[in-house]
């Protein structure tokens, strides 16, 4: 039997200001799978990211995260589901600029009440997999694009989520940063068998992905198998 | 065979002499080489022959004589099979610009599901952008990196020419006059997505 999808959107539609930015988009992904959303600027790419993370709550239709409804559910309990079983990654890494690297990834552990020591640990392990050990003091302002990036793949790896949705993670660095940073993106996503959801509108990011869907208007127009 | 697919398809709508699809070749296709009449002639003769087309009739008022071509029932599959298959990417210099350009806009003329032909263009380019990511931990070196990655630009180009022709065909609505000929001319669902 099909393992059940990680996320659902259903019929989901999202205007800002009578502007529809996302019309009637369904889909849903697999445990384990990777698809890239791609589409040209102001598709409503980002938006169906945000809606399928709870960060927007969509005019109509209804997402569902790991088959809770996140319109039944409370903002408490949104958060905490972000927190555990999913991570985001998005184009300018969005670290916490007050903490320094290793503090950004031990984040959500701390924000879960795991022991600090034990926290701080685990995110120095995980910013050696992300090939970043050498940022555990480095504030934000301090580094490079590529290299917040590789802090925040570390902080979105370290919960073991079971989705991982990304928005142009690879929208701030040149084309041979990107691909690294993809390749250890992919490379940690499949260990772990976390999904990864990648909107991108980078065509070599897209060809990467198990499944391709494209947006035209906020409307799905294409979708392609790739694997 | 990009000539001879291109009249095959302009003959879907109807039977037209060879002067007719000069002008509906160069109005279709308006941003490419006009078509000349010789080679109009000598493609229309080489299908003739491959029984793709044949003689509808042959009219002889006011002035030459005419000769009417329509599609044989095998050159009314190949137009069909030509509009639905993509062009491959995986040739020597890629997927030939003039054929992506005259099939997408032939799909359109034909009101043939052009926002279909482009999704599997898509779908093909993509692929083949994928299969050219090398085996993880793969020796690399210079030589392969540098085709690999002439390769995978002329892709990109070709992607982005994709998004922008879908967008282009969808805000310009169906085109003017087109019929819908193609019902049977769409591939299977799997063949679109997979």
Redesign the interface.
Known sequence: MAENPVLVLENIQHAYHRTLAVQGVSLSVRPGEVLAVT??SGCGKSTLLHVAAGLIRPQSGTAYLFGQSLAATSDDDRARLRRSRLSLVLQFGQLVPELNGLDNVALPLLLEGHDPKEARKLASGWLERCGATELAEAEPAEMSGGQAQRVAVARALITGPQLILADEPTGSLDSSGGRQLLDLMLTEAHKAGAALVVVTHD??V???ADR?I?L??GVI??????? | MATGDAILALLLPGPKHGYDLKRAHDEWFSGLRPLAFGQVYSTLSRLQRDELIQVAQTETADGPERTIYELTPTGRAQAQGWLAEPVDPNGPGGAPADELIRKTLAAYRLNSDPSGVVARQRAVHLRAMRALEPERGAPENLGSSVTRDHRRQHLDADLRWLELTGERIRNAGPAEGAVHLMNDASPPKEQEHG
């Open positions: 589409g040209p065509n070599t897209a060809a990467r391709e494209h035209l208007d127009v294409s979708e392609a198998v790739l694997a």
